[in-house]
Each structure stands twice: as structure tokens, then as C-alpha cells.
């Protein structure tokens, strides 16, 4: 079963950068596609960024491309979530997630997804 610990939220003034964390344990085959979701306040989950770990295939949200890196360290079994230029709207509970699916069609797709760590804050202030 893999287990994800996301970390690395935080507050930020607009502009600014946070790199997020998520820390994948129980990880055993290359198959596999981890995500970053967010959801703010009265909004469903987005998704926004993901990375599949057999091709290193990755998949950006329209609002987060070229601002937002997604890398994964396999020694660590780590996936980042690098976030610069940083806008208000960007406010939400940041998920990562981890999913079998290697449909790239499905990867932003938060009901393909099996396992989710728990969300870390990010607030962006204007």
C-alpha cells in the first residue's frame, strides 16, 4: 500500500515561491503517476500538475504552466511540487496523490487516483 506525506505549505506574498513536498512510501514499481491537486475554499479538487514516474511523462494545469515544476527524485522516492511567481489565486489545501492509471488523459483527474496524502496549506496574499 503506498502511503504519501505531503509537506512544505505555507504563507507567501504574490510573486513569491514554495517548493511542496510528497513523500511516497510503499512505492514498488515504476508504473505509477503521482499528482498534486488543490482545493479551496467551496471549490472542487483541481488538478494541477502530474508526474508519470515510467516516462517521466508530466501534465500541467493551463493556470500553473511555466510557473510550476513538478520533479521526482526516485532515490527518494520524493515528488516536488516547485511553485514560483506565486498569484492569490493560487490560495488552496494542496494534495498529492498516487495513482496505477498510465492514461495520460486521466492524470489530472482526481477520481483515478487510489492513494492521497493529506493536504498542506498554501496561502498567497496580495
Known amino acids: 500500500e503506498v502511503q504519501l506525506q505531503a509537506s512544505g505549505g505555507g504563507s507567501v506574498q504574490a510573486g513569491g515561491s514554495l517548493r511542496l513536498s510528497c513523500a511516497a512510501s510503499?512505492?514498488?514499481?515504476?508504473?505509477?503517476?503521482i499528482g498534486w491537486f488543490r482545493q479551496a475554499p467551496g471549490s472542487g479538487r483541481e488538478g494541477v500538475s502530474a508526474?508519470?514516474?515510467?516516462?517521466?511523462?508530466?501534465y500541467y494545469a493551463d493556470s500553473v504552466k511555466d510557473r510550476f515544476t513538478i520533479t521526482f527524485d526516485s532515490a527518494k522516492n520524493t515528488a516536488y511540487l516547485q511553485m514560483n511567481n506565486l498569484k492569490p489565486e493560487d490560495t488552496a489545501v494542496y494534495f498529492c496523490a498516487c495513482t496505477r492509471s498510465m492514461v495520460v488523459q486521466e492524470m489530472y483527474t482526481a477520481r483515478v487516483y487510489e492513494s492521497w496524502g493529506q493536504g498542506t496549506q498554501v496561502t498567497v496574499s496580495s
Open positions: 510503499g512505492v514498488t514499481r515504476d508504473a505509477i503517476t
Open positions: 508526474f508519470r514516474k515510467w516516462d517521466a511523462v508530466t
